[in-house]
């Protein structure tokens, strides 16, 4: 099926900016949305970000106007671009990918990138 893999977490200090890549890897597939998500200590994962193969994109309220996220279909690479990060932006970051290949339709997930923001 595919395999997704994040990098591009860290430790940023609050206002400053991160950009996070997630690659897909496979045999034959396509990627139909691509998402990011997050989880913080004691909460429960939550929606950030998706777009589709045709460029639609869909944000949570809370990263309106700071986070935006992008794809490059040809290397099967999504980003999330985080501005104006604030501490309650911390959390573990994964990236999801609904796909479909020769096994029909498969909905993957990264092993997860931190991000810290310091006040």
């Known amino acids: 099926q595919v395999q997704l893999v994040e990098s591009g977490g860290g430790l940023v200090q609050a206002g400053g900016s991160l950009r996070l890549s997630c690659a897909a890897s496979g045999s034959d597939f396509t990627i139909k949305t691509m998402g990011w998500y997050r989880q913080a200590p004691g909460k429960q994962r939550e929606f950030i970000a998706a777009i589709t193969s045709g460029g639609t994109t869909n944000y949570a309220d809370s990263v309106k106007g700071r986070f935006t996220i992008s794809r490059e279909n040809a290397k099967n690479t999504g980003y999330l671009q985080m501005n104006s990060l604030k501490p309650e932006d911390t959390a573990v970051y994964y990236c999801?990918?609904?796909?479909?290949?020769?096994?029909?339709?498969?909905?993957?997930w990264g092993q997860g990138t931190q991000v810290t923001v310091s006040s």
């Open positions: 999801n990918a609904v796909a479909t290949g020769g096994w029909g339709l498969s909905n993957s």
